[in-house]
């Protein structure tokens, strides 16, 4: 993985940790301890399937470019599905707060997509990849008449 990469993950990791860290402090005044175990496996629910699926895109994205991005927005929309599924599975359960899980999920959700997006926008990424070092002139193609 390059480090920019990396800084991409860590730019969106590190919001839904604080995000998910509130929520558990939230949800601990609000209901209990259940409510905090509750927002805890939700943070990291969403960090696990996010994190995994981002490292999925950066391969797709070397190995395949041009299904990149079509393989994003499938992407993304597998994880809001598994998502939901983890809702469902976990709806009454006795574990934790199913309330303070779900809306942590959504939430910490929604800060991974924000702050992601927010790191690409401030990334300075070349859209064209010059050929040489040496700054020499490319050769014209055309007939030498």
Same mark, same amino acid.
């Given at each position: 993985?390059?480090?920019?990469?990396?800084?991409? #993950?860590? @730019?969106?990791?590190? +919001?839904?940790?604080?995000?998910?860290?509130?929520?558990?402090?939230?949800?601990?005044?609000? =209901?209990?301890? /259940?409510?905090? *175990?509750?927002? *805890?496996?939700?943070? #990291?629910?969403?960090?696990? %399937?996010?994190?995994?699926? %981002?490292?999925? $895109? @950066?391969?797709?994205?070397?190995?395949? +470019?041009? &299904? %990149?991005?079509?393989?994003?927005?499938? $992407?993304?929309?597998? @994880?809001? &599905? $598994?998502?939901? =599924?983890? $809702?469902?599975?976990?709806?009454?359960?006795?574990?934790?707060?199913?309330?303070? %899980?779900?809306?942590? #999920? =959504?939430?910490?959700?929604?800060?991974?997509?924000?702050? @992601?997006?927010?790191?690409?926008?401030?990334?300075?990424? #070349?859209?064209?990849? +010059?050929?040489?070092?040496?700054?020499?002139? +490319?050769?014209?193609?055309?007939? /030498?008449?």
């Amino acid at each position: 993985m390059r480090s920019d990469d990396v800084r991409f #993950l860590m @730019q969106a990791a590190v +919001p839904t940790a604080i995000a998910g860290a509130l929520a558990a402090v939230i949800s601990a005044l609000a =209901v209990g301890g /259940k409510g905090a *175990v509750g927002a *805890v496996v939700a943070t #990291l629910v969403v960090m696990l %399937f996010m994190g995994i699926g %981002f490292v999925v $895109l @950066q391969r797709t994205a070397k190995s395949l +470019p041009h &299904l %990149f991005q079509a393989m994003g927005l499938m $992407l993304y929309a597998a @994880q809001i &599905l $598994l998502l939901f =599924v983890f $809702l469902a599975a976990f709806k009454n359960t006795t574990l934790f707060h199913p309330k303070a %899980f779900a809306i942590t #999920l =959504v939430a910490t959700t929604l800060v991974w997509i924000g702050a @992601q997006t927010r790191a690409h926008m401030k990334a300075k990424i #070349l859209y064209v990849e +010059p050929d040489s070092v040496t700054g020499s002139k +490319p050769e014209n193609p055309g007939s /030498k008449s």
